[in-house]
């Protein structure tokens, strides 16, 4: 049985609650999560009760669509677990916001993404699959396999990084690339560089952690340090890249939108031949100071007539982190608007 089998009544009454039968008890506990937090959120949101009872689960309460949605998400929830894939909390905020995923038409045998049904694709990297979670994150990792240069622009959370590094360790491990180069101005936002103890490593890491965070979610540790070690991965400021040709690397600017306009351009301009370059940034987020323009929005607002070069942008319905961060994103840009 592939999926949660509906149970009916036998003796011909109308049905006012749904009751779904697991056969998998081991998966079933993943699909409730743990204290059945996964299931609160589901009656959170939709205003429904779900009661566990051995491997079944009863949908109480609402009306006969919320019911017939909430039984729609457990059992996708379910037929992820069934793949061999995991379901955590920021999944079935996924399904609550966003359904299931229209099936990708033009998907091609040979494509660096391995293909699921649903639409559903993922990113192979030595420690894990990484899979896109929304439409906008999925088109966003299907242009920076198609094109060599990407932008990614939205809200903190929406895996606009993440994806990008994932992306980079795929095509590092394939051998289209020699190499990995993560990048970000180190803008200080409130705090004093100069104040930090230590030499300039010391003062800089700090500002490059989230860039280590995602290498190290992707490769295993011993490998990472013998990588950066061998200048395969480097990790650097922005500042650092002046000067140099980037030839048969994947290259990354995180946070973007704190490089100035000729920050910008000279980033651009060191693209060489056969390597990838991604650019992301949050436009909401700008930490230059006032008056000085953001390299980011220049940089979209010429650049978005030229073949090749392509721009994803996300929203705060593509938050894959804790639900609350599309909650608060959504009340700033309200308070903005």
Known sequence: MALGALITPQDGSVQTDLHLEFPDNRLLIDL????????????????????????????????????????????????????????EGADVDRELRMGRAAEEPDARDGDQLEMFLGGRFEIKTRKKPVEPRTEAQKAYVKSLFENELAFGIGPAGTGKTYLAVAVGVTMFINGLVDRIILSRPAVEAGEKLGYLPGDMKDKVDPYMQPLYDALNDFLPGK????????????????????????????????????????????????????????????RSQVDLPRGVTSGLSDAERLLKPVPGISFNYFTSKDVVRHPLVAAIIEAYEADAG
């Open 32 to 87: 409730c999560g743990e204290h059945d937090r996964h299931l609160v959120l589901i009656e959170q949101v939709l205003g429904v009760q779900i009661v566990r009872r051995g491997n079944h689960l009863s949908i109480l309460g609402g009306d006969p669509e919320t019911r017939a949605r909430s039984a729609e998400i457990l059992e996708a929830l379910y037929e992820r677990l069934q793949s061999g894939r995991t379901v």
């Open 223 to 282: 490998q990472v340090a013998k990588l950066i070690e061998e200048k395969k991965i480097e990790i650097a400021p922005l500042a650092f890249m002046r000067g140099r040709t980037l030839a048969n690397a994947f290259v990354v600017l995180d946070e973007a939108q704190n490089a100035t306009t000729m920050q910008m351009k000279m980033f651009l301009t060191r693209l060489g031949e056969g390597s990838r370059m991604v650019i992301t940034g949050d």
